[in-house]
């Protein structure tokens, strides 16, 4: 079975919250190990901590400008796939 590496999930999505979506893959013991980073237009204190409460690694709140959206994205990739060791399998 093929898995992603890592996993950008969005805090509102249609049908299914991202925190549903987080808890669900937080149980599953094949996703568990997974990094997700939570990316929203949400900057409520009580997401961030109901996110990280469910197992997200990183929250990063979407930025406004596409210029910026670019490089938080760069920022996100460079630390995620160039910095961190990630598990594969």
Not at 16 to 33: C, I, P
Not at 56 to 75: G, I, R
């Amino acid at each position: 079975e093929l898995l992603p590496s890592l996993i950008i999930l969005d805090l509102n999505m249609p049908r299914k919250s991202g925190k549903d979506v987080l808890a669900e893959m937080r149980g599953a013991a094949n996703l568990k190990h997974i990094p997700v980073i939570m990316f929203s237009t949400s900057d409520s204190e009580i997401d961030i901590k109901q996110c990280y409460l469910l197992g997200a690694n990183s929250y990063m709140t979407k930025p406004s400008q596409y210029h910026e959206l670019v490089d938080s994205m760069k920022s996100l990739l460079s630390f995620w796939i160039g910095t961190a060791k990630l598990v594969i399998d």
